[in-house]
């Protein structure tokens, strides 16, 4: 398939301890979607198109083999949560191959050895958060059965925030629940020490998960980035300061940023941070450089392990 190989998954990707019927439903999207990618030949050369395409795909085949086959309960659960395992699984199953080196004339010289991709980051500590999640959050969700919010379900939407910043709309769309619910929730999981606030109000507000299950020491990354940014505006603070949290401290290309910050802009951005001291040089190749986080942003306890 052109612009798009499968790869493998992980047999214990987005798993999470129990829940087998949660995981024979991941299980059923992963191959049903792996099955649509191999069944595309010639895809759209636009990624997004490509993308679009393969995911109405995915819900027409989910339509026709499960129609009259599992309950409408079971149904509505794994359609509720197609977004987040699409997102997840889509990646892993769809990745573009390396273009072929064009052939080498007289007195060429071989073409450059390619970049890899980076690996892939992870920006929470996850048996942390899994470990909090069992053992606390059972006080706070409801125990009806079928309920809309489980610990799996909450483990997930945070994940899937990799620590950045989310409204209370993103939380009431994940879980399905009215606003007043969601914000009900939302102010327990503050109190319970889940979650932090920006400290705005109205359409303004903003949660995020706690810095105590990041790998990195996300108060003090935004707090540097914001002051570092600051004649840049707020805003790009904000969303430049929840990429470096994904990052999880991670080395990452300074051309990583190229697709949501112009080259110019983004060359401002990285020396302000390089002169700011909130990012170091890992590597550098004539003008190509691998950034990351000092080690200093990282939690003690992961530089502990």
């Given at each position: 398939m052109e612009g798009c190989r499968p790869t493998s998954i992980s047999p214990t990707a987005g798993r999470w301890?129990?829940?087998?019927?949660?995981?024979?439903?991941?299980?059923?999207?992963?191959?049903?979607?792996?099955?649509?990618?191999?069944?595309?030949?010639?895809?759209?050369?636009?990624p997004q198109v490509c993308r679009s395409l393969i995911k109405a795909r995915l819900k027409h085949s989910l339509v026709a083999h499960l129609a009259g086959q599992v309950s409408l309960d079971r149904f509505r659960r794994l359609v509720g949560n197609l977004e987040h395992w699409f997102t997840f699984y889509y990646p892993l199953v769809c990745s573009k191959p390396e273009p072929a080196p064009a052939p080498a004339g007289p007195g060429a010289q071989a073409p450059a050895r390619p970049r890899p991709s980076p690996p892939p980051r992870r920006a929470l500590q996850e048996e942390r958060l899994q470990t909090w999640l069992e053992n606390q959050v059972q006080g706070i969700l409801p125990q009806r059965p079928h309920r809309?919010?489980?610990?799996?379900?909450?483990?997930?939407?945070?994940?899937?925030?990799?620590?950045?910043?989310?409204?209370?709309?993103?939380?009431q769309q994940h879980f399905h629940v009215d606003r007043k619910t969601a914000w009900e929730y939302l102010q327990k999981f503050l109190t319970a020490g889940l979650l932090r606030h920006n400290r705005e109000?109205?359409?303004?507000?903003?949660?995020?998960?706690?810095?105590?299950?990041?790998?990195?020491q996300g108060e003090?990354?935004?707090?540097?980035?914001?002051?570092?940014?600051?004649?840049?505006?707020?805003?790009?603070?904000?969303?430049?300061?929840?990429?470096?949290?994904?990052s999880g401290g991670q080395a990452f290309w300074q051309e990583e940023w190229h697709g949501q910050l112009e080259a110019g802009r983004c060359q401002q951005v990285v020396s302000r941070l390089l002169l700011q001291g909130v990012l170091e040089v890992a590597h550098q190749s004539g003008p190509r450089r691998l950034l990351r986080l000092p080690s200093r942003w990282l939690q003690t306890s992961v530089n502990e392990k």
């Open positions: 301890p129990g829940r087998p019927q949660e995981s024979l439903d991941r299980a059923l999207v992963a191959g049903l979607l792996l099955e649509l990618v191999l069944e595309t030949p010639e895809p759209p050369a636009d809309k919010l489980s610990p799996e379900k909450l483990y997930e939407f945070l994940c899937h925030t990799q620590g950045g910043w989310f409204r209370i709309k993103d939380f109000r109205s359409a303004a507000v903003r949660y995020c998960l706690d810095t105590a299950f990041l790998l990195v003090a990354v935004r707090r540097e980035v914001g002051q570092a940014l600051a004649p840049q505006g707020p805003a790009l603070a904000a969303g430049v300061a929840d990429w470096l949290i994904a």
